[in-house]
């Protein structure tokens, strides 16, 4: 995937920069889906160590939406969009922080833990439109739309299951599933989404003209 050839240096330079932040993100986002755990025997029990604990992800997460937000990419309702989205994840990353000290931070109540995921939810998906109007303006038309649409995954990702329990109570293997298949449509495209916008910004400095479906 490579960048118009009439770009100018400076939109080059701007977009060149946006490959790190992405990248932060999309390894905090790693660690928050994936739990990696060490288990050991110790005195006759057994005990599980998170070797990289959520809030590791989410200062990653937080990191690179914050130095997103205070690039000069992003303008208008995006630059606003982008900037709530970063301080709700710097939000999430202080409370996961204080919680392994206040172990009464995390046993919150369900309705709390609820409003909490609508909430990141909402964060992530006002990062892919922000994103989709970011590649927009590159002429990666094609990336863009594939934002969008991950933006909308997003939503229902996250208001589904609320919905879902409100009509059906007690959860059943079919919600179940269909809750799981929709976790791993959006999550996966999301990481493929984040890659090939790093290498749209990642071929910044290189000849021709973008293909946003070439990958």
Known sequence: MEVRADLTVEQRRALKSISIPLGLIFWGMVLVVFDF????????????????????????????????????????????????????????????????????LRNLPASLNAFLQLVAGAAIVGFCAAMSQLTSKFGAFELSSSWLVLAGGTLLLYTAPQLLAFVLPVATPVTMGMSLLLALFVGLSLFRIIRRTRKLADSAFGPGRVHAGAI
């Open 37 to 104: 755990n060490l288990r050991i025997g110790i005195a006759d029990r057994l005990v599980q160590v998170d070797l990289l604990p959520d809030s590791v992800g989410l200062c990653l997460m937080a990191a690179g939406m914050a130095v997103l937000a205070f690039s000069s990419l992003f303008d208008g309702k995006a630059g606003l969009v982008i900037t709530l989205s970063a301080g709700v994840y710097i939000a999430l990353a202080l409370l996961s922080i204080t919680s392994i000290f206040l172990p009464v």
